[in-house]
């Protein structure tokens, strides 16, 4: 009786979990059709294109849409493609996630290991500014960077992106410092260790799971913004985003279908090898503490 009951009991375990995989297949195909569509449609010329067909594979793949896209596409009154605009947002997304990151660490930090009177208060409204929408900040940032000399540039998108992320980067680190031992941080101290020297010795080196939740938050964040990048800068230094908008609503010449996708491509790579190189150990990092509070 026990030997049949483990039969069956065994049998629909496998069954569901057959169930299972072919649903998240089905679901992971429907999640990755858009990528589909947009790598094959830029290897393919405008006129299978224009046969209709875009789940069809092509019949004739060529990179000449992908070479165009980077280095010839007109975008605005300039033809020399997005290559300018794509290192545009590399030099912007770098150094204002590594200055968020860090300046969120240190604010996690402090609100954390050096409680000051009114830390609450001010953790408040930092996390207060986390739900902050980007067109209530519009009018008043430009001001401020107009006042700054930043108008226009890419430190003033830097700037844009290090304030508004410093809410979201500061929560992270908070919560994750909360759970990190105290005894540590006072054995450092007795030891004569500062408030440097503690923070780059000890807690730096042992955040490695949150600064990569913070890193591919940032990260994502950034490049794919394109309020801040079309209200902020104009012309070459635009980022990416933004020449992307621009290739897409082009009103002139031939529509050429297969240059857009190669130009959504470029956009999207940066991100989508950041996901695949610390995917996983974005996951870890949420679970070592990213979400406790």
């Not at 949150?210 to 950034?222: A, C, D, L, P």
Request: proline letters at 4%; hydrophobic letters at 55%; charged letters at 10%.
């Amino acid at each position: 009786m026990s030997a049949a009951t483990e039969t069956v009991s065994g049998g629909s375990a496998r069954t569901a979990r057959i169930v299972i995989y072919a649903l998240l297949l089905v679901l992971a195909a429907v999640y990755l059709l858009p990528l589909y569509v947009m790598l094959t449609t830029s290897l393919k010329p405008l006129d299978e294109i224009r046969a209709g067909d875009m789940l069809a594979l092509p019949r004739q793949p060529s990179l000449a849409s992908w070479y165009k896209a980077w280095g010839e596409a007109c975008i605005g009154v300039t033809c020399e493609g997005i290559k300018g605009y794509f290192w545009n947002s590399i030099k912007m997304v770098v150094p204002a996630v590594a200055i968020s990151t860090i300046l969120g660490a240190l604010n996690g930090y402090v609100l954390t290991k050096w409680r000051f009177p009114g830390h609450k208060l001010v953790f408040g409204l930092m996390l207060f500014a986390c739900f902050i929408p980007f067109q209530a900040v519009l009018i008043p940032m430009a001001r401020v960077l107009g006042i700054f000399g930043l108008a226009n540039s890419t430190a003033g998108l830097i700037f844009v992106h290090v304030v508004y992320g410093l809410g979201f980067t500061t929560l992270f680190f908070r919560n994750y410092y909360e759970a990190f031992p105290d005894e540590l941080v006072k054995a450092a101290m007795i030891d004569g260790a500062g408030f440097f020297k503690i923070f780059w010795r000890i807690l730096l080196p042992n955040s490695g799971p949150i600064i990569v939740v913070t890193v591919i938050y940032q990260f994502t964040n950034i490049w794919n913004d394109f309020l801040f990048g079309v209200s902020f800068s104009s012309g070459g230094a635009s980022p990416m985003t933004v020449a992307l908008n621009n290739l897409v609503s082009s009103s002139t010449g031939v529509k050429e279908y297969n240059v857009d996708m190669a130009a959504a491509v470029f956009a999207a790579l940066p991100t989508l090898l950041v996901y695949i190189v610390a995917g996983r150990y974005f996951v870890r990092g949420l679970m070592a503490g990213a979400v406790k509070g």
